[in-house]
C-alpha cells in the first residue's frame, strides 16, 4: 500500500506535464539516437568514449521513437514511470539503511514530488539522471542486501552489472563510489576490503575513458577544473535545501542531543555534498548555480534528511499526531502546487518558439526564412527535419539566401 501511495504521489506531482510537447534539446538528441540506438549500431556505440557515458538514453529515446514516433505523450510517460521506480527504490534503500529505517516513507514522500529536481523527470533529454540513479542507488542497494546473506556472491554480482549500467548512463556515475561506502556499515569495511576491489577498477576505468577524451570531447566545453567550485557548491546546496532540508536542519538542532539522530542527519548532508560535488565545476551556461535536473541524486539526501526530523517529530513532538500531518500536507502544497502552476507554464514557455517553428514548416512547401529564434540553429534544423520531414535546406538564415532562394515564409519568433 505504501509503495502504491507513493507511485500515486508521483502521477499527482507530475500529471500536468505530461501534455508538454518535446522540448528544443529533445529533437536533436532523439535525431542522434536513430544514429545510435539501434541495436546494430551497439559496437559503434560502446566504443565512442564520448557517447557511451550515455548509452542508456540513447537506447530508450530510439526505442521510444520507434514505436512512437514523436508522440510527446510516450515520452513523459516514460520519464514519469523511470521517476516512480526511482522512488521505490529510495524507500527501498531506506527500509535496508539502519540509520534512515525511520525515515524511510517520509523520505520517498518528499523525494517523490520534490519540484527542486523537476527538469530530470520533466525534460526528456535530462533523464541521463534518472538512469543514474536508477541503476546506481539499484547497484548500492545490492550490495546493502548482500551483508550477511548466504547469496552475497549473487547480490553484489548483481549490484557490479548495475554499476555498470549506471557509468553506460552519465559520466558523473564515478562518483557512485563513495555512496557505497556511506551506506555501508564501518565494521565491514575492513573485512570486505577484496570486494571493493571490481568496485574501484570500473570506477577507474570510468575516469580513465573521461579523461582520455578531454582533449575533444564537447562536454568538456562547459565543465572546468577551474571552475569557481567554492562559490557553486555551497550555493547550490544552501538552494537545494530550502525550504524543507532547512526545516529538517531546525527540527535536528532542537534533538541534537540525539546521537543517533545527529549521525544520520550528516550521513544525509554528505550524501547531498557528493551529489552535487560532479556539477561544481560547470562554467556553462548556469555560472554558479547547478541545473535542477542535475540535482536529482543529491534532492535524495535531502529527502532522507526531511525523513528523519518527520520521525523525529512523530515521536517527540507535542500533539505529532496534528503536527506531522500538518507538515507533510505542507509539504505536499508547496511541491506539487510549484510544478502544476510554475514549473509547467516554464516548460511550456521554453516548447513555443520550437513549436510555432514546425508549425510553420507544415503549413509551407518553401523555404524559410528564420530571422530570429532563441535556440541553436541544430536545434531548429532537427526539429523541422524530425517533426516536419523537411531537408535542413528548408531553412534559411541569411537575407542574402532568402532572396537567392526565393524564401515564401519567414520566421521571427517574439515571446508572447
Known sequence: MICLLLALLCIIAYAPTLSIPLLEDDYPNIGMAQDWGSFSALARLLHNPVLRPRATSWWTMFAL???FQLAPLPYRVAGLLLHIANTLLLYWLALKWPPMRSAAMFAAALFAVNERPQEAVMWLSGMTE????FFGIGAVLCWLQAEGRRTAWLWRTAGLVLFVFALLSKESAIILLPFFLL???RSAWRSSVPRWIPLLVLTALGVAAIVATRSYSFRFTSISLHAPFWITWPRSFSRLLWPWGWFALAVIAWQWRDRDLKKAGMLALVWIGIGLAPYSFLTFPYSTQIPSRQTYLASAGVALLFGLSLAQLSGNAPRAHIVVPCVVALMLIHN???IWIKKRGQFLRRAEPTEQLIRLARETSGPIWVQCYPRIDLIAIEAVRL?????????VWSEAEAKERGATAVFC????
Open 413 to 416: 519568433y517574439h515571446e508572447r
Open 183 to 185: 551506506t555501508t556499515p
Open 336 to 338: 506539487v502546487g510549484w
Open 387 to 395: 517533426a516536419a520531414g523537411r531537408p535542413p535546406s528548408g531553412l
Open 130 to 133: 534518472p538512469f543514474q540513479f
Open 65 to 67: 521513437w520507434r514505436s
